[in-house]
């Protein structure tokens, strides 16, 4: 009887101690599968972070140049027409982060190779191919469908706009001078773009001064992949074999003294005296002097040419300046200081 006993509370223990296993293993599954619930809940913000950080929200400075026009129309006050400068804005952003997308998905190798470049979301594999195309697609579709609705004009410059960046990113970034040159048609495009939101006619001072700026950025830019990535910019940038510190440094000696010849000029054209009824935005060529100077100190000193969007948003003098020529602009152009 007493051996029955043992027996029952060993069967008894053993019982139970299964039964708390199997509790355990039971509660550890449901935790793995809170987690797995969890994670899956979240995969959509990642992916969704992934594609902004694509966009390249720090380049969107870049498309501050289709305000231009608003500015220099004497339109700041006309909310309607501000409200269509704000969204050709936005427009551009999309359009411009569809095409960052796709240069994503096109480099994806190049950039694997890259310091840098190796984190983006789709050379890292944080975004897959088909993740990025798909966003590529709605940001462009969406951006021509609001173009197009607000004029068949703006979404023609919009399609340029687009063509020029597909190609940039296909074939003419391989050919020297031409690759520089593409970058600065987009900035022209975007200006065109910004008088065509907003129905005015663009000065072609205008469009030129923002050529030239646009093309020293470039020129720069290339500079400074040059001098950071030495022998092995070759083969992250093929077109780099085409260029020499010495002949880059020649044409941005020249785009520089272009873009400031070209401002000067603007200000005291007969154009502008006439649009603007006084002489003294020649006043603000100090601005552009010293904007100028500054950029080339911190390619040549620093070699932070590579990344203008980081300069434009981080150098303080560089920042200051800026900040002084567009009060300087706004108080004679609005209040005939």
Not at 296 to 304: A, C, I
């Amino acid at each position: 009887m007493i051996r029955d006993l043992g027996e029952t509370g060993y069967r008894t223990a053993l019982d139970t101690g299964e039964t708390r296993e199997h509790e355990a293993n039971g509660t550890d599954t449901a935790a793995r599968a809170a987690v797995a619930g969890g994670g899956s809940a979240r995969r959509p913000v990642r992916i969704a972070a992934a594609i902004l950080e694509s966009m390249r929200p720090k380049q969107w400075t870049k498309n501050l140049v289709v305000l231009a026009p608003l500015v220099f129309s004497l339109k700041l006050a006309d909310s309607s027409a501000g409200l269509r400068a704000a969204l050709c804005l936005a427009l551009f952003c999309c359009i411009s982060g569809a095409v960052y997308l796709l240069n994503d998905v096109i480099d994806r190798e190049r950039d694997r190779l890259h310091p840098q470049k190796r984190h983006r979301p789709v050379a890292s594999g944080r975004l897959s191919v088909a993740a990025a195309l798909g966003a590529s697609f709605v940001l462009l579709a969406g951006s021509m469908a609001a173009g197009g609705a607000h004029s068949a004009e703006l979404a023609v410059v919009l399609v340029a706009y687009y063509a020029i960046n597909v190609g940039y990113s296909t074939v003419l970034k391989q050919i020297v001078i031409v690759d520089t040159l593409s970058i600065a048609l987009g900035f022209v495009l975007r200006a065109i773009a910004g008088a065509v939101a907003i129905a005015v006619v663009i000065s072609p001072w205008l469009l030129l001064c923002t050529f030239l700026l646009a093309l020293f950025l470039a020129l720069c830019k290339r500079r400074s992949e040059l001098i950071a990535l030495g022998d092995a910019g070759h083969s992250r940038r093929p077109v780099l074999r085409e260029y020499t510190p010495e002949l880059l440094d020649q044409m941005v000696s020249i785009s520089s003294a272009s873009t400031l010849l070209a401002y000067c000029l603007y200000t005291i054209s007969d154009n502008a005296v006439e649009k603007f009824g006084t002489t003294s935005l020649f006043y603000t060529v100090p601005f552009v002097l010293f904007g100028i100077f500054r950029y080339l100190y911190l390619v040549h000193q620093h070699n932070r040419g590579d990344t203008p969007e980081q300069v434009l948003l981080e150098d303080l003098p560089l920042i200051s300046g800026i900040v002084g020529w567009s009060v300087a602009v706004l108080a004679i152009l609005y209040f005939k200081l």
